[in-house]
């Protein structure tokens, strides 16, 4: 039987606080071309909880609880259709731990995922003792610049590193609801329509809370973010980031670089522009005067997380266009018009 995590509370007489209740929230929209301010739609946004599921289990690195017989998930979106989380097979034996908060996702091994869906559950711990451990995942710790975003975020409470594949019980097991809900996009045949991203005002502020402070005077520079290890889909990648350089965009490579780097580096952006991907996350610790160039493999109604993280911090945004078959799946590959791309770019740059 499947339940989200609140029925299974209320069923059980279980403590369950929803710590943000639900509410009206918003929902940008992509700006294709042109540098503006992301639109807006309303949506419900789904509410921000802290329940404690007692003998409660989990397999790492999946958010999904098993209680009494019971699969405990939430939905990833606003809508009900996405209602899919993975649930990972159930092993034989799982190891048991006392206390613990799950802080895992089964997609939590990517930087932009991690940053933008995990790490903000934390704000809702603000009164919970600082010494119930974080239930982690080892692959978190095993990658530098989470494990840095993980102890920058935790604030000195204690984390209990879990095995990925392994099951584990917890006699005390404390779950914190999303303060951002994605859409399942690995289904090449379902649409992300507005609403299926949400992202509540209050994580986004909380984690922009640990960029680096600024002077105004410092924030001009113009940076292209290129990736070198990560899954590249933009197969003309070299001609286009010679177009930004030949701009004034210096290039960098945020796989290369500490957490704290990223942050100071970011603090001090005018404008920052990329292939759609992980690296853009970093718009979090870019100023509210920055602009986001954002290249995406085609123009759909709502698939881009980026687009949020700028409409909450008050940036603009530009999404251009690549050549891609808008019926093909969402990390399909693309090119862009060069030509285009020199053109678009300059109007951009004369709107700064």
């Known amino acids: 039987m499947t339940e989200t995590v609140a029925q299974w509370c209320i069923e059980h007489r279980a403590s369950y606080i929803p710590v943000i209740p639900a509410k009206i ?71 048991r731990i ?17 940053l933008m869906e995990v790490l903000p559950r934390l704000a809702l711990l603000r ?67 507005p609403g299926d991203f949400v992202f509540s005002s209050e994580g986004v502020a909380w984690m922009r809370g640990f960029a680096c402070g600024s002077l105004l005077e410092e924030r001009q520079r113009l940076i292209y973010v290129d990736r070198k290890h990560d899954r590249i889909r933009m197969t003309n990648r070299e001609d286009v980031r010679r177009v930004f350089e030949a701009t004034g965009f210096e290039t960098v490579y945020p796989e290369e670089l500490s957490l704290a780097e990223q942050q100071e580096l970011f603090a001090r952006a005018r404008v920052v522009a990329g292939e759609l991907g992980s690296g853009l996350t970093n718009m979090l610790w870019a100023p509210p005067t920055a602009a986001m160039i954002c290249m995406v493999p085609f123009a759909p109604e709502d698939a881009n997380p980026f687009v949020h993280l700028c409409g909450h911090a008050g940036q603009r945004v530009a999404l251009l266009v690549g050549d891609a078959d808008p019926s093909a799946p969402y990390w399909t590959s693309f090119a862009m018009d060069i030509p285009a791309l020199e053109t678009t770019l300059a109007a951009i740059m004369k709107e700064l």
Request: aromatic share 12%; net charge negative.
């Open 127 to 193: 009164d919970m003792p600082i010494d119930v451990p974080l239930l982690v995942g080892k692959n978190i710790l095993g990658w530098s610049q989470l494990a840095q975003a993980l102890e920058m975020c935790a604030q000195g409470r204690p984390v209990i590193p879990t095995e990925v594949g392994v099951g584990y019980t917890v006699d005390r097991l404390f779950v914190v609801g999303g303060m951002t809900w994605f859409p399942n996009v690995s289904t090449p045949t379902e649409r992300v329509l």
């Open 25 to 95: 929230g918003r929902s940008y929209r992509p700006i294709f071309g042109t540098l503006s301010y992301p639109r807006w739609d309303t949506v419900l946004q789904p509410e921000s909880y802290l329940a404690q599921i007692n003998g409660g289990s989990f397999v790492t690195p999946s958010e999904v609880v098993f209680a009494d017989g019971a699969v405990l998930v939430d939905p990833s979106g606003a809508r009900d259709k996405w209602f899919d989380k993975v649930v990972p097979p159930v092993p034989q034996v799982f190891d």
């Open 98 to 114: 006392e206390t613990g908060i799950l802080l895992q996702d089964t997609y939590d091994g990517s930087y932009g995922h991690f």
